[in-house]
Structure formats: C-alpha cells, structure tokens
C-alpha cells in the first residue's frame, strides 16, 4: 500500500476529484506540468486554488522539460507555417521559466 498523501497542514487527501479532457487539452496539461516540477495532483491543486506556481530551479526535471518542450516547439515550427495559440502559450511559459531561472542564478 503506498504513502498516506498529506497535504501541508498534515491532512490526509481522501476526496478524489476528476474532470474530462481533450486529447490536446492533455498534451497541454502534460506540457505545463512538466515544466513546473511538481506532481500533476499538486500543480492541478495549486492552480484550482489560484495559488502561484513556484518552479524549483535545482530541478533536473525542470531542465529535462524545458528542453524537451524547447526541441519540440522546434520540430513543430519547422513544420508549419503558422504558430497555433496552444504553441504560442507554450513557448510564452518557457520563456517566462527561462527568464525566472536567470534570475535565481545571477543572485
């Protein structure tokens, strides 16, 4: 049996709560998730309750999306004539964890 999951109050989540997504909406999420570092639960948690997202810089994780989605964005710019609004959101969140990455190493 795996770990009681505890929030930062040390109370047990017991309470599932699900929602339908497009297969698109899915890739989106994914995308966004991975460049955050945290766990799909804790960053669908974070934002259903308007709370900010803190990307960890000493992640590798972080590091590993970033460049992952960064190569992907290429690929698919190569591809097309036009940036869709999904990749534009995409590379707006890279850019902006970019930038907030700069900062924590030039301190």
Not at 27 to 37: D, L, R
Not at 45 to 56: G, K, S
Not at 78 to 105: A, R, S, W, Y
Request: glycine content about 6%.
């Amino acid at each position: 049996m795996s770990a009681k999951n505890l929030d930062k109050h040390n109370r047990f989540r017991s309470i599932t709560v699900g929602f339908r997504v497009s297969p698109e909406e899915n890739e989106q999420i994914n995308k966004v998730v991975a460049i955050s570092g945290l766990s799909k639960q804790e960053y669908c948690y974070r934002r259903c309750m308007q709370q900010d997202i803190v990307v960890q810089g000493g992640n590798p994780r972080v590091f590993k999306a970033l460049r992952n989605n960064l190569a992907q964005v290429l690929e698919e710019l190569k591809n097309k004539n036009e940036v869709p609004d999904e990749m534009l959101e995409i590379i707006k969140l890279i850019t902006v964890t970019l930038q907030g990455l700069k900062g924590d190493f030039n301190e």
